[in-house]
């Protein structure tokens, strides 16, 4: 198990390199110099050249390119155009909110979503799974910034329960001010739950070890959540590690309605002041998160399904086998 | 039809009727809510949302249709070529497409407008890559299922070559699961579009596209709910109609999927 661990890391090097080498391409192509944006127009031609030497602008792309990483490795993501600060230290100020969102996020789409799916799947065709599957459909093709605007208008503007900008100080500061972005983004994954949820136990719920375990008397309760859903939940699983990565980037488009201080917010500022590398620090920076994900994801996914797991001891057993 | 429909009217009155009212401002008119004379009521310049929306679909609608339609063919053609050709070639492209697809498709985008400036046609670009390794992911899996079939044998007997197996019997073949992934596609790039104009990366005013509607409308949420909610609701029932569609297709295409 813990070889797959490894070879499953081994195997994100390579991706996270492609990641950053087309990261690094396509924000090359940006338009506009840099020395310009961060001298200002009224620059005199020495102090550009000056700079440009510096900032190593002159070279090749993949020198460029190269010097990046190096850096890179050294956790050193360059300066931002607009404040000279480190992109490195303002992103790592600012991801934890994002986590925390994506977080608060997943945990609605769960507390939501399976429940929802558990009582779809057991009343299918009713009204009530209809019910379900119509509203969860229209959590799916709801836009997140349109959501996070009309729970604006209701519950910040019209009820004021909860405020509409920013974060708050304190836990209690914090979570009431977590509440409209978490479940403006959590919805649609919600949505994607409650789906996957209810179709992975439709798939177990007419096994015939749950017409045994209800023979031998098991409370109804018990074999929902102790035969059904524990057999259900290896695509569970992957929906909403998939879902978690994707909050991470798509709360971009949440921070910015609910002026929350995250990564993305960050990333749209710098994107409209032409800041380069803060833009190119905050897409490598999500990228690497969401690829992280999706591979603590998949080692989960071997944990949980003791098939996976021993499907491997077989190959890692004949392949000692063919060793000797 | 609406975005078709709207383009003949804007060819026949030689842009009169998208002058006159989908963008000419009425400031005395601003933020009036519905009414019988405008069913969705005006925006912040006195303009008539309801013609907005229809003037927007040509955007939204059609922007969605053709990036995702040029991220077909790319995708497609790459994953066919992928799983034709396995081997070296395949693990070339699909290593390509992992790394596209380990950067959230809203992210790239975000990074290829950020780099090509806002703008119809780098809105176009930027849909168009973000959706390819998709395509060419759910191609490669049919080809891989259908290249080893007896009829596609008898084509390379008779002396078929590798474009024309390849264009002629594997992607008709392999056409149900690329057109559903479309229907769906479509649905998820008029959402990032309309997300790109939120963020001002977008579209640009005073072109009526419904994210940059939604995107102005922040500022006077206060005083003007309908501004924010109608055009929100006309992305949501589009998005609702075509995952309809898509889902729908599916269960007809793929019977088994079907619960």
Redesign the interface.
Known sequence: MHKYVLKRFAMLI???I??T???FF??????GDPVTIILGDNATAENIAKLTEELGLDDPLLVRYGRYMLNLLKGDLGKSYSNQLSVADQILERFPNTFILAVAAILVALIIGIPVGIISAKK?YTWLDNTFMVLA??G????????G??L??VFS?NLRWLPSQGMGQGFMGILKSLVLPAVSLGAGSAAMVARMT??SM?EVIRQDYIDTARAKGVKESTITIRHMLKNALIPIITVVGLQF??L???A??TE??FSWPGLGRF??EA??KKD?PS?LGS?IF??VA??IV?LLIDILYAYVDPRIKSQYKVQSALGRRRGE | MISITTTIIDVVTDNRVYDTYVISQNLVMRLKGPSAEHIFGLDEFGRDIFLRMLWGTRYSLFLGAIGILASTIVGGTLGAIAGFYGNAIDNIVMRFMDILLAIPSILLAIAIVAALGPGLVNILIAIAISYIPTFARVVRAKVMSIKDQEFIEAARAVGASDARIIFKYIIPNSLAPIIVQATLGVAGAILSIAGLSFLGLGIQPPMPEWGAMLSNARTYIRDAWHITVIPGLGIMLTILSLNLVGDGLRDALDPRLKN
């Not at chain 1, 799916?140 to 959501?147: A, N, R």
């Open positions: 390579p991706v996270l492609g990641v080498f087309i990261v396509i924000l090359a192509l940006t338009p299918q459909l229209v799916v093709s709801m836009p997140v910034f349109w959501l605007l009309v604006v208008i503007l209810r179709s439709l990565g994707q991470l980037g798509g971009v488009l910015t309605v990333m749209v994107i409209k380069t833009v897409v999500l990228s969401f690829s999706n």
